[in-house]
């Protein structure tokens, strides 16, 4: 069968595939949803659930540099990666010898497409669709905090990164309520202490990853803006676009309702 992917490769699969690789966390995580765990045959350093599941495949490196010679040795009949997790050279490389389907997501919507081609791709159509809608119903239930209020999500430190526009973690912001203030921004740009001052956001995120933001960080942004809410967030839940979007509403609801006592008191 012919498949087109998110960022218009076309793969041929002439049958169900049977050892897949995965490049990306959260898509991992779905094919072991779909109920896939057995042919799932390698995957990266940073694909750390379902655990235990994951300890028992074959690691192939990390996101952005993968390890060939594991993957050549896996034979895998179907690769799953992502334009922004996975760099350009070692994709068009695979993409020379294997079936390579490449998801490319800044949206919710986009993340379901993702979701119902993944189980077209793997003979798991039924059991995909089930997932988005619920996953579906899950977001119409989430109501954001009233009114909007400016925000800023940082994902690194030393120096300094946040979430610019054109991403996932904006398009989540926004469905919580939150006037990201670095959306005229690229996608994540490197602050500094007085872009951050100045943009006086009422509301700043520090996600647990990719650096893994701790309370004990709070202070020192609390520092720089000593009229923002700080809160140390989940970043899984923002920035994770596979199944893990099923538990990803509710956690939401909970950060909007801390959000809106915070600046009720």
Known sequence: MLFTD????????????????????????????????????????????????????????GTKNFRFEE???????????????????????????????????YTLEDALQMMQEVGRLTGTEAKAT??????????????????????????????YMAVGSHNIIDHILQRCGFRNVFSDLPRYPQITPEQLQKAAPQLILLSSEPYPFKEKHIAEF???????????????????????????????QQVVREVSAASEN
């Open 6 to 61: 998110q960022m218009g490769h076309q793969i041929t699969l002439p049958a169900l595939p049977q050892r897949i690789v995965s490049l990306v966390p959260s898509q991992t995580e779905l094919l072991f949803y779909l109920g896939l765990a057995d042919r799932v045959a390698g995957l990266t350093k940073f694909c750390i659930r379902p655990q235990p599941l994951v300890k028992q495949k074959t690691i192939i490196g």
């Open 71 to 105: 993957i050549d040795a896996l034979q895998p009949d179907l690769i799953i990666g992502n334009k922004e997790e996975n760099y350009r050279e070692g994709i068009e490389a695979l993409q020379q010898k294997y079936p390579v389907w490449m998801s490319d997501i």
């Open 222 to 252: 609390q520092a720089l803006c000593p009229q923002a809410l700080v809160k140390v967030v989940d970043g899984e839940m923002f920035s994770w676009y596979g199944s893990r979007l099923l538990y990803v509403p509710a956690y939401l």
């Open 130 to 159: 089930d997932l988005i809608q619920q996953i579906r119903s899950g977001f119409r239930s989430l109501q954001p905090v009233p009114p909007p209020i400016s925000a800023a999500y940082f994902i690194w430190r030393e120096p």
